[in-house]
């Protein structure tokens, strides 16, 4: 085969499988350069327990002990260490998922491999799902082994029957962030040094998420903002199926509400990301640093 009739079958791969077939190389791609590196391997494995100890440290110097009456009392539950080691393993898959695909285009630039990887024959968007994907898998791996490790060392107890619909939850969790995350990206189009607003949204939208904390320990306006992020109602839902399981309290409400946040945020985010790609690659500034 010629390298004309090559270029040109090339050109014919085209549609869905074709695009998930290049995420999915992008996704191995970002794992290798990862796994190459062994300290990098090592803090991924610690990382999630880095920030899960203080929190059980400094809720057992408050409590007393591994039970709060003040927590039953505003969610239903007195186990606070689940609560806990649950709300918190979803931390890691969002800082992946916000960090990680955000910079997707900028990590390319620095790795002189953007323009290479424009010229190919997917979309442009590819090369975002497929840092997507390499996150999910990322931060998929920190959620198990949070939750895994929170059990053989702290006696943590899954509901069995909440698996599933958890997982579900993830899904839409996923889908809601990305819309937030293709809005980031766009940021990193045009400013480059995109860093400071994806702290700063990162950091707001895990504070607001009641990870460690219920919702109510905020005040009213506080409370009524959080509810617009897809992430405060993933981490009650997800934790409340694993603690509760399919009777966790007001399940359908999160659901719907995921539901009509997923779609809002993604549609707007990849509207947003159409119009700065073309608008960047017009100004030739695609490449730049």
């Known amino acids: 085969m010629t390298q004309s009739s090559f270029n040109q079958e090339l050109q014919k791969r085209e549609g869905f499988r074709s695009e998930l077939c290049a995420a999915q190389a992008i996704a191995v791609r970002i794992w290798r350069v990862e796994l190459s590196y062994p300290l990098s391997v090592l803090w991924f494995i610690a990382m999630p327990f880095v920030w899960l100890i203080p929190m059980l440290l400094t809720g057992n110097a408050v409590s007393g002990g591994p039970e709060s009456v003040n927590l039953e009392t505003l969610t239903g539950t007195s186990d606070w260490v689940s609560y806990v080691a649950i709300g918190t393993a979803v931390l890691g898959l969002t800082m992946s998922l916000m960090w990680g695909t955000a910079n997707a285009f900028r990590r390319e630039q620095n790795a002189g491999t953007l323009e290479t990887l424009m010229t190919t024959p997917i979309k442009k968007g590819t090369l975002i799902w497929g840092a997507l994907l390499h996150n999910i898998q990322h931060g998929g791996l920190g959620v198990v082994l949070q939750l895994v490790g929170s059990m053989l ?122 119009r700065t790609e073309k608008y960047v690659r017009s100004k030739g500034a695609l490449t730049q640093f």
């Open 153 to 274: 060392l702290f006696g943590v107890s899954l509901n069995i029957w909440g698996i599933l619909p958890a997982l579900a939850i993830i899904a839409l969790m996923v889908i809601g962030m990305q819309g937030i995350v293709l809005t980031l990206v766009c940021v990193v189009l045009l400013a480059k040094q995109g860093w400071m607003v994806i702290e700063f949204l990162a950091s707001g939208l895990t504070l607001l998420a009641p990870m460690a904390y219920p919702l109510a320990v905020f005040p009213p306006i506080i409370q009524y903002i959080a509810t617009a992020s897809p992430l405060t109602w993933s981490v009650d839902a997800f934790r409340n199926f694993l603690i509760f399981g399919l009777a966790g309290p007001a399940a359908n409400q999160a659901v719907a509400a995921l539901l009509i946040l997923d779609t809002i945020y993604l549609l707007i985010g990849m509207v947003l990301f159409k």
